[in-house]
């Protein structure tokens, strides 16, 4: 259509301009109203366009809702219970509901909306990241790091600013990504950060399941969206609020309240994270020593090295620096290890390890000894 429109507007301008240059607008009469008219039709239809309601009639284009129906979160688990520590509950509850939104998938519904309170530390931007990695490995989460959102304008960087606003042929931070691929993971990072104009406008895409772009006036189907919001905040009235004893329905409306009652988010805003709120609350000792133990494994692999054993001492020392740095979660103890073990690594890696185990020497340096002969 558009391209029509483009042939139409030359053929317009050309007659203008023979018309002119050769004298027929007094030859023939009716050309030069004739050519009036059309222009100022092609000037109507450009103006529709621009603010968006020429685009009323268009279809949001949506995913492929044959694949999502084929997709299932539940295979998945065991491998998400290795990656991520101490919240196997969680990750059932993730599964089913997310499983029961797979099924469902269709236009003006979201695959699901979960809200993930807790420290800071704790596994919530993770989880989105391995629930992206399970679902969609092909493409990457669409990462909305929400203090970037404080300011009512914002509500425009989301959706595209209006036409002719400086930056709007770049559309919206959710809205131009999630054209460019309708199946995907939507976090939400710190969601208590952004302005309440900005919860607003995510209260309707979550309700809706659908927007239209501000700056391009194109449908947004978010039908293939898997959106997760993570929060620091409420976290001592969420925890004084829920209990494992209580029934599901009840445990939620209480999250609720709880939340509401920060001031920082809207009830009927949160009532639309159907997928509820979950609370992923510090990781006890031993889930610290095991992330620590996975983190080790992981790290070694990168340098072509298996860990097979390590020692008790190693994991008790990563436990204690936790204690230490617990405002920040076991984040931290990540960058705590490394620093620890990069000496390590660099001798066993000259010396050609490939099976090793961990210890601590006297010093207290940590020590990457051979399983295996070199
Ligand atoms: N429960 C956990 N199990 C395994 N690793 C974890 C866990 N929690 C955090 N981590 C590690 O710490 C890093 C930071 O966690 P993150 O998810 O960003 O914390 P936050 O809860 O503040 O969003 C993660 O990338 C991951 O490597
Ligand atoms: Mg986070």
């Not at 007094?26 to 004739?34: F, G, M, S």
């Not at 705590?336 to 185990?357: M, N």
């Given at each position: ?9 030359e053929v317009v301008g050309l007659a203008g301009f023979l018309g002119a240059a050769f004298?027929w607008f ?9 050519v009036?008219?059309?222009a ?335």
């Open positions: 259509m558009d391209q029509a429109l483009g042939m139409v507007d004298g007094q030859a023939v009469p009716w050309l030069a109203p004739a009036f008219i059309a100022l039709g092609v000037m109507a239809w450009r103006v529709w366009k621009l603010v968006g309601l020429g685009a009323a009639a268009d279809e949001a284009p949506g995913p492929d809702f044959k694949r999502l129906q084929s997709l299932s979160v539940r295979k998945f688990v065991p491998w998400l219970k290795e990656n991520l520590r101490g919240h196997d509950a969680i990750i059932d509850e993730i599964a089913e509901i997310l499983d029961q939104g797979l099924a469902l998938a269709k236009q003006g519904r979201t695959l699901g909306a979960f809200f993930l309170a807790g420290p800071t530390g704790t596994g919530k931007t993770f989880i989105a990241q391995l629930l992206s990695q399970a679902l969609f490995p092909e493409s990457e989460p669409l990462v909305l790091r929400m203090n970037q959102f404080k300011h009512p304008d914002d509500v425009f960087t989301l959706i595209g600013p209006p036409p002719g606003v400086r930056g709007f042929e770049l559309g919206g931070a959710l809205t131009r990504p999630v054209l460019e691929n309708p199946c995907r993971v939507v976090l939400l990072d710190e969601l208590e950060k952004a302005h309440r104009d900005v919860h607003h406008c995510l209260y309707d895409i979550l309700d809706t399941g659908q927007c239209r772009e501000k700056s391009s006036g194109r449908p947004v189907s978010f039908a293939g969206c898997l959106f997760v919001a993570t929060s620091n905040a409420g976290v001592e009235e969420l925890r004084a609020a829920g209990d494992a004893e209580q029934d599901k329905a009840a445990r939620q409306g209480r999250f609720l309240d709880a939340l509401a009652r920060t001031g920082l988010f809207e009830k009927p805003f949160l009532a639309r994270f159907t997928g509820g709120i979950l609370l992923m609350d510090e990781l006890d000792p031993l889930r610290v020593a095991e992330v620590a133990c996975l983190k080790l494994a992981r790290r070694l692999r990168e340098y072509g090295m298996d860990l097979v054993f390590t020692s008790p001492a190693v994991l008790l020392e990563a436990v204690q620096k936790n204690e230490e740095f617990k405002g920040y979660g076991v984040r931290q103890i990540g960058a705590y290890l490394e620093h620890k073990t990069d000496g390590a690594i660099a001798l066993a890696r000259r010396e050609g390890r490939k099976k090793v185990s961990l210890d601590i020497d006297a010093s207290g340096r940590i020590t990457i000894n051979p399983v295996d002969a070199p």
